[in-house]
């Protein structure tokens, strides 16, 4: 059993900066693939970025592309998550997410892939 801890989520202006972690327990996640999603109020929970941490692989949602970038801390079981150029869209909790089964990014946007959640962490950007 996975135990997932995200943090970092806060307040912050148009244009600025927020960096997320998610803490893994439980059981190293070396071989599986994390990744970010996202949920506003009242709208669906989407996907935001993945990393395979076999390959170091990634994969990203357009609308982040280029101003998110997920990355992988191995010694630490750690997943991150630098969000620049932050938008008022981009407002949500952000859950942690963790796939036990795959070493492919290349499924990573559908959440029922996935095995273990966090809590989520709450990003607000005002305008």
């Known amino acids: 059993q996975v135990q997932l801890v995200e943090s970092g989520g806060g307040l912050v202006r148009a244009g600025g900066s927020l960096r997320l972690s998610c803490a893994a327990s439980g059981d190293t996640i070396n071989n599986y693939v994390m990744a970010w999603f996202r949920q506003a109020p009242g709208k669906e929970r989407d996907f935001v970025a993945a990393?395979?941490?076999?390959?170091?692989?990634?994969k990203y949602a357009e609308p982040v592309k280029g101003r998110f970038t997920i990355s992988k801390d191995d010694a630490k079981n750690t997943v991150t998550l630098q969000m620049n150029g932050l938008k008022p869209e981009d407002a949500a909790v952000y859950y942690c997410?963790?796939?036990?089964?795959?070493?492919?990014?290349?499924?990573?946007?559908?959440?029922?892939?996935?095995?273990?959640w966090g809590q989520g962490t709450q990003v607000t950007v005002s305008s």
């Open positions: 997410a963790a796939d036990k089964t795959s070493a492919s990014v290349y499924y990573s946007m559908y959440s029922y892939r996935y095995d273990y």
């Open positions: 990393i395979s941490q076999i390959s170091g692989n990634t």
